[in-house]
Nanobody
Framework: QVQLVESGGDSVQAGGPLRLSCPASGYTYSSYRMGWFRQAPGKGREGVAS?????RTQYGDSVKGRFTISEGYLQMNSLKPEDTAMYYC????????????????????WGQGTQVTVSS
């Protein structure tokens, strides 16, 4: 059974780094495509990054050059107050298209979220 549990959320100063974790449980990274999403209060869910098992990645425009996705992790650098949100990892089985997606309805499995707060 696929289970996703995020950790690593914290309150940090603007400009600082933070790394979120989402270890594999009940599946292998080679068989699932992963994504990270976030949701700020009063806003819709936003796709942050996605990764295919072959290593290909995709990023949302607001985080390009600052965030890096890898198997089970999201490294966030140069954090800004507007990055404040609840962050969720998500997974979908390999097969079919698209290889990469920042669209939440493409993902079948979700974690409970971890809070990131960035102060100026």
């Amino acid at each position: 059974q696929v289970q996703l549990v995020e950790s690593g959320g914290d309150s940090v100063q603007a400009g600082g780094p933070l790394r979120l974790s989402c270890p594999a449980s009940g599946y292998t990274y080679s068989s699932y495509r992963m994504g990270w999403f976030r949701q700020a209060p009063g806003k819709g869910r936003e796709g942050v990054a996605s990764i295919n098992p072959d290593g290909r990645t995709q990023y949302g425009d607001s985080v390009k050059g600052r965030f890096t996705i890898s198997e089970g992790y999201l490294q966030m650098n140069s954090l800004k107050p507007e990055d404040t949100a609840m962050y969720y990892c998500a997974a979908r089985q390999c097969g079919g298209r698209p290889l990469l997606s920042l669209t939440d309805h493409e993902y079948a499995f979700w974690g409970q979220g971890t809070q990131v707060t960035v102060s100026s």
